[in-house]
């Protein structure tokens, strides 16, 4: 995939964007003291800025020096927040392999401001993304089962704990989370059998540590925000939206993630496998001329349904906001795969529960409810 013309213009429009933090040379280099000083003023002061480092009075060789420092100190002690997605990005950039499109918004988004990765390019392209040698050393022995690499792991999985239980409840306590990580693993030490894993009893040491480490994350990555006990979803924008959340549920228990459900709410709002998911998103794709417009639609359509306790009826409207004529004889499959999906998709109102879980009716809609004309009929939940 072209980065430069998948949805950010033309290849001269993005230059122009990048240009002051790029190395602008055919000599490619991974020598830090020289990528210091071929970069260019813009980026080296934004890295002194990333990492907090007053630089004023400075002439460009204090700066380079000082630079150099932070980046060393910093990659050796955040390298165990690595995400897969990082790693990913910098493996390929160490076996000098082309990036797509994924991997390079990674390194503009993240990387580039840390000093952590450089990246060559001329007008002429393509773009070259190096990992400067001593880092290259730190993140090889990270990868090659050093103490680290356990460390690395924890907080991986400490962050899915996190991202999970966010996409599930919208909201939910910090010691909470916490705890969660501290059950769940004593629930596998318990069944290992190579007794590899902490011992159980000694579990409650981890609070401190995994209270950190999520103050860190929380801090530094934007998984979400925090107001006095709580952690809430970024797409809760203030204290109101979270409390109705609280409201809606108070009645109802947080549950333990499963390690299947970690995996599928620590990236997604919904289950992306569950067949009824899977209907709707492809009746979305067939009545979609545009496959990138389908899938905003979906992922809109999720996010009102689990987040906001969407019904079909508001299914229907969202349709029809978009240019698809609903109800008619081309969405009457989309709607009966729909009505089932949000039988049984996880709501926050629900408190990280399906409308089928909790018992309730799964009530039939007409096509006099779907277009939305007055007395026309129930929700389907």
Not at 114 to 140: C, D, S
Not at 302 to 326: F, Y
Request: charged share 30%.
């Amino acid at each position: 995939m072209d980065f430069w013309n998948d949805g950010l213009g033309s290849f001269t429009a993005a230059y122009e964007a990048v240009k002051n933090y790029v190395i602008q040379s055919h000599e490619v280099t991974e020598d830090l003291d020289e990528l210091l000083s071929l970069i260019q003023e813009p980026l080296l002061d934004e890295i002194l800025h990333t990492w907090f480092v007053e630089y004023e009075g400075m002439d460009r060789k204090e700066k380079e020096a000082l630079a150099k420092k932070r980046i060393l100190e910093s990659f050796n002690r955040n390298r165990i927040y690595l995400t897969r997605e990082e790693i990913h990005a910098l493996e390929e950039c160490m076996l000098k392999h082309p990036l797509h499109s994924q991997d390079l918004w990674i390194v503009c988004d993240r990387l580039l401001e840390r000093g952590w990765v450089f990246a060559f390019m001329n007008e002429k392209g393509p773009v070259i993304i190096v990992l400067p040698k001593p880092l290259q050393a730190m993140f090889t022995d990270l990868l090659n089962g050093s103490d680290d690499s356990y460390n690395m792991l924890f907080i991986r999985y400490i962050r899915t704990m996190l991202k999970s239980c966010l996409n599930l409840f919208g909201v939910i306590e910090k010691d909470r989370v916490a705890d969660f990580v501290i059950q769940s693993l004593s629930l596998a030490s318990q069944s290992d059998l190579s007794k590899k894993l902490m011992p159980e009893n000694r579990m409650k040491e981890l609070s401190d540590a995994i209270n950190e480490i999520l103050d860190n994350l929380l801090e530094s990555e934007n998984l979400g925000w925090q107001d006095k006990a709580y952690v809430i979803h970024n797409d809760l924008e203030n204290r109101i939206q979270y409390r109705n959340i609280l409201r809606q549920c108070r009645d109802r228990e947080y549950f333990l993630p499963s390690g299947k459900q970690m995996d599928i709410y620590g990236a997604h709002l919904a289950d992306p496998s569950d067949p009824w998911y899977k209907s709707v998103e492809k009746c979305i794709r067939g009545l979609s001329e545009d496959y990138v417009d389908a899938a905003s639609l979906m992922r809109y359509i999720t996010m009102c349904v689990v987040e906001d306790n969407a019904d079909l009826g508001r299914v229907a409207e969202i349709l029809r906001n978009s240019g698809i004529s609903c109800p008619s004889k081309k969405t009457d499959t989309l709607m009966k795969s729909c009505g089932e999906w949000l039988y049984t998709v996880k709501r926050w109102c629900y408190r990280g529960m399906s409308a089928k879980e909790l018992g309730k009716a799964k009530i039939g809609v007409s096509h006099a409810y779907l277009s939305g004309r007055p007395g026309s009929g129930a929700p389907v939940v």
